[in-house]
């Protein structure tokens, strides 16, 4: 039986008005790379749980097997000055 990732559209929201953009969905080791490259480009990297229902079909498709936990959905932002 396939489980459904949670999906939380007022997180979603929430992190858009605190200027979060969201990027798209990885698991490794490509998670790390994505990390590693916003980072060195000067963004703030955050990564919350992957939202199975915002995920094209054919994503969908691969993941209905997969443990849900294990894919992040990466946001990034400009850094602020201080």
Do not use: H
């Not at 992957?50 to 992040?72: H, N, T």
């Amino acid at each position: 039986m396939s489980r459904k990732c949670p999906k939380d559209e007022s997180r979603d929201n929430e992190l858009k008005r605190q200027g979060w953009i969201r990027r798209f969905v990885a698991d490794e080791p490509r998670l790390s790379e994505a990390v590693e490259l916003y980072k060195s480009l000067g963004y703030e990297v955050r990564l919350e749980p992957a939202v199975f229902d915002e995920m094209s079909e054919e994503c969908k498709k691969c993941l209905l097997y997969q443990d849900c936990d294990k894919y992040k959905t990466i946001y990034i932002r400009s850094k602020k000055k201080r």
